[in-house]
């Protein structure tokens, strides 16, 4: 089963237009949907200096047109800068133009110029995010509420009959217990939380959610010449890494990305460039259920070297899952 990530971070460095990285990333989409790709993520943040996605609902638009059966998540949407009437007709409309293949999962944000460029406090961010999910379950109903004094109706209802599930996101104990309140879900930027996820649902009598569906964050390129590759993918890999670790400490919190030089980088195994012979070996050995994650544009990755990462998945990987 294939994944596909895209954030669209586009650094100077990469000399490749913001134009061409986003059609790149609509017909990777389209390429992987007809290769039976099961789903395809889309990132958010704003005022990033790299061009990072700040609109993942109109690349959805574009990718659900091209496409018949991927799943497209948003991932992670936040919440807390949205206009929650908007963000519901909107959903709405992206959902039934997909056939109902849309997946919410939304996120408190924790970059404080961004909820300077939108003029939110950040203190707000929870009730915030708690609001928009209770707004949007009313909202998908199609029938009038109140809110804030307001009569409010959103038609047309989405695809789904109760609309997308609604996933939250987070990297705290506030966050997985507050997932297991008001969310359909929870996806935790780290392993670690999980358990106090599933400990709050079995608490509140809901169905256990089993063990944790979230691995160590590795990112995965394809190459013919591991070796000959790396010089060439560093300078992304790195830009990456840099750049959420930045984020990260603005805001005093922990994640996945750290800073690092060349060396520690490929030393960490975080980034890794394998042949596709190899990656074809460590699928199989994960059984019938294995799920190939692929962020082919990682850090600005231009698209020509994109693709062959793509490419190499077709003509090596699949064949070598399939017997062929």
């Not at 379950?137 to 599930?165: N, S, Y």
């Not at 030393?267 to 294995?290: D, F, N, S």
Request: charged share 20%; hydrophobic share 40%; proline share 8%.
């Amino acid at each position: 089963m294939l994944t596909l990530r895209f954030d669209l971070r586009n650094p100077a460095f990469a000399k490749t237009s913001s134009a061409d990285r986003l059609q790149a990333a609509v017909e990777m989409a389209a390429w992987a949907d007809a290769r039976d790709g099961i789903s395809v993520a889309l990132s958010e943040h704003h005022g990033s200096p790299d061009g990072y996605l700040p609109s993942p609902l109109i690349v959805a638009a574009g990718i659900a047109a091209r496409t018949t059966r991927i799943r497209i998540s948003i991932a992670a949407l936040l919440a807390p800068l949205y206009d929650p009437v908007r963000l519901a007709e909107d959903v709405a409309v992206l959902d039934a133009l997909s056939g109902g293949r849309i997946d919410l999962i939304l996120g408190n944000g924790y970059v404080a110029s961004e909820f300077e460029m939108y003029g939110v406090a950040m203190s707000e961010r929870a009730r915030r995010t708690t609001e928009v999910i209770e707004f949007l379950r009313k909202a998908w109903t199609g029938e009038a509420f109140e809110f804030h004094g307001r009569t409010i109706r959103v038609t047309p209802r989405p695809h789904q009959p109760a609309g997308p599930r609604l996933i939250l996101g987070g990297s705290s104990a506030a966050a997985a217990r507050r997932a297991a309140r008001i969310a359909d879900g929870f996806l935790p930027v780290s392993p670690q939380w999980w358990d106090v996820y599933r400990q709050e649902c079995q608490q509140l009598g809901k169905p256990d959610p089993g063990p944790s569906p979230i691995g160590t964050m590795t990112t995965t390129f394809l190459a013919e010449d591991p070796e000959a590759a790396w010089p060439r993918l560093m300078p992304y890999f790195l830009h990456e890494t840099n750049a959420y670790a930045e984020w990260l400490e603005g805001a005093g919190g922990q994640g996945p990305y750290h800073r690092a030089t060349a060396e520690e980088l490929r030393q960490g195994g975080q980034y890794r460039v394998i042949t596709p012979e190899a990656y074809a070996e460590e699928l199989r050995a994960q059984g019938e259920h294995a799920v190939a994650m692929l962020h082919p544009m990682v850090g600005g990755v231009p698209p020509d070297v994109a693709w062959e990462c793509l490419e190499l998945y077709e003509s090596k990987v699949l064949p070598a899952l399939q017997g062929r």
